[in-house]
T-cell receptor
Framework: DAKTTQPTSMDCAEGRAANLPCNHS???????VYWYRQIHSQGPQYIIH???NNETNEMASLIITEDRKSSTLILPHATLRDTAVYYC?????????????FGKGTKLTVNP | NAGVMQNPRHLVRRRGQEARLRCSPM?????VYWYRQLPEEGLKFMVY????????ESGMPKERFSAEFPKEGPSILRIQQVVRGDSAAYFC?????????????FGPGTRLTVL
């Protein structure tokens, strides 16, 4: 079962920041939070990941709360091409294995 | 550096036939993961392999499904005696190591349709 919960859908105006929330209240201390997105039905595209510190790269910023029970993905200037399903994922590592556990994600629609 | 490659991109099979899905990981990657996505659903983990080893197959159906990642060549996901419920998109991902913090890079997927 997914260890994250996200809103089903969100809208954002083109050029504005898109803030996508995620709850992961049962996350373990050594589990990373990953964000991927899927445009149409293409393969998921990696965006960013973090453990407990905030992270930023050329695509987005990831803000993780101090208790690590939630996080927010920020797309600073959303474009129409950012319309996609965004998945907040906990990377589960146990018993010598590891896997990404996907939920249903947030469908972000960027409007002109 | 080419990304993860999957073929075929689309595969149509009749009930009872076999489906073979191939995945070539990124150069230098020795870890492969297979996921399945049903319509309107998120991806579900199926199996995690390293070269010549199955590390975790906890997401694989117990019957008809098998996976391998030989020393040479691509990883293969094999579905025997396909049924309509096997219709889905199958994605492969690869990573260089199993160290914490490595992302998995996904291929474009194989869309299997069972008639």
């Amino acid at each position: 079962d997914a260890k994250t919960t996200q809103p089903t859908s969100m809208d954002c105006a083109e050029g504005r920041a898109a803030n996508l929330p995620c709850n992961h209240s049962t996350i373990s201390g050594n589990e990373y939070v990953y964000w991927y997105r899927q445009i149409h039905s293409q393969g998921p595209q990696y965006i960013i990941h973090g453990l407990k510190n905030n992270e930023t790269n050329e695509m987005a910023s990831l803000i993780i709360t101090e208790d690590r029970k939630s996080s927010t993905l920020i797309l600073p200037h959303a474009t129409l091409r950012d319309t996609a399903v965004y998945y907040c994922i906990v990377r589960v590592v146990s018993g010598g294995s590891e896997k990404l556990v996907f939920g249903k994600g947030t469908k972000l629609t960027v409007n002109p | 550096n080419a990304g993860v490659m999957q073929n075929p991109r689309h595969l149509v099979r009749r009930r009872g036939q076999e489906a073979r899905l191939r995945c070539s990981p990124m150069k230098g990657h020795s870890h492969v993961y297979w996921y399945r996505q049903l319509p309107e659903e998120g991806l579900k983990f199926m199996v995690y392999l390293q070269k010549e080893n199955i590390i975790d197959e906890s997401g694989m159906p117990k019957e008809r499904f098998s996976a391998e990642f030989p020393k040479e060549g691509p990883s293969i996901l094999r579905i025997q005696q396909v049924v309509r419920g096997d219709s889905a998109a199958y994605f492969c991902a690869s990573s260089p190591t199993r160290s914490y913090g490595n992302e998995q890079f996904f291929g474009p997927g194989t869309r299997l349709t069972v008639l």
